[in-house]
């Protein structure tokens, strides 16, 4: 089982490719699917990583070899899906709010594909008829995940077609004829209980009789994993039990195969924020800390409150202090406030944990800053799998008028 990458190998990596830096522990990523699929052994389940939370083309390539397929937010993902090796029938587009030009495409992949709106899927009712297996992306009603922000599956969210509107879904799908062969619900991220799973398999079954041709039943990702010390990632074994015995248990699911689309709990932990300080500025209220970096490279903690663990991997035995934690971004940037580690100094290296998930994803090039390198460390060496942002890149898309 690979151990958390130690001070030594980060502060290496950090002198070998500069910072800001993201680092990705690929044996890590490995492990988190191995104990996926070690857990769901016993069930027909397929895992397909949901690749919005880490697309970088090295870590796609290297989750296929892990043996997951692979599930995507937009036909770019879809895409990259292909580039990166995986088949089309590895590939599922689950899609939200698009346009229907997007599912056409999605279709001249040969992509699965799940629908969350009427209005598309009467479109592709009308076009594909029962030419192409489709599958139904419902709004359960369930209230679950980490904060709102990531909640996506009760009664007030956007995703999904409300499971309230069943009659008019069967009214599209028999009209038409539409071939659907999945069933999908996503209720959000962070879900550190395996009940929610049980809660939407039960609003699923009561659905599942109107349907003759379902091949699947997809249950979404969201498994939580720990942020902060003493936080308990989801227990797999307790969910997998609780699917197997709920659908072992069920006439017509019992032959369905059963679809998990988990994203941070495959990449969150392998990945490691590394920045460096810039400048210690002591205040009345505080000691600011400002790092090489902001919330244009990591920005959940300002997104969603989310904490991520920090520390001074350069004075690991220097007395403990309090400080805030702050980026170089032109507006308020905290990472964290008041915050103990390990003495500062200016130089030293901050890392921040868990950063694999929706970190380097959701950068930006705001303040015209650029975006951090990313490295694969994998059997003890770091492979380079994007070069850091330079200045070409900032100018690239831009077309100069003159005046
Ligand atoms: N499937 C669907 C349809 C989703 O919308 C999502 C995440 C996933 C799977 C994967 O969820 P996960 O296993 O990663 O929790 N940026 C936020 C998380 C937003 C998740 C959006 N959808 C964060 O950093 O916490």
Redesign the pocket.
Known sequence: MPQQLSNEQLSQLAREFGTPLYVYHAEKIKEQYEKLATAFSGSNVVFFY?C??LTNVSILKYIKSTGANI?C?SINEAKLALHAGFLPQQVLY?SNGIGFDEIEEAVNLRVNINIDSLSNLEKFGKKYGHSYPVGIRLRPNIMAGGNLK?S?GHDKSKFGIPIDQLDKILEVVNQNTIFITDLHI?TG??IKDADVFVKGIEVLFDIIPYFHELKSVDL????NVPYKKGDEEIDIDIVAQKVKEAFDNHPQAKNLQIWF?????IVSECGYFITQVNVMKETAATTFVSVNSGFNHLI?PMF?D?YHRIENISNPDGEEKKYSIVGNICETDTFAWERKLNEVREGDYLVFYNAG??GFE?SSNFNSRLKPAEVMLKEGKGHIIRRRDNWDDLLKNQVEIKF
Do not use: Q, W
Not at 220 to 223: E, L, Q, R
Not at 261 to 265: A, D, L, S
């Open positions: 949901a919005k939370a599930d937010s689950t990531i996506t996503h991220s962070d979404g990702g969201g498994f689309e988990p994203g941070k709990f959940r969603y989310s998930a929706y959701m």
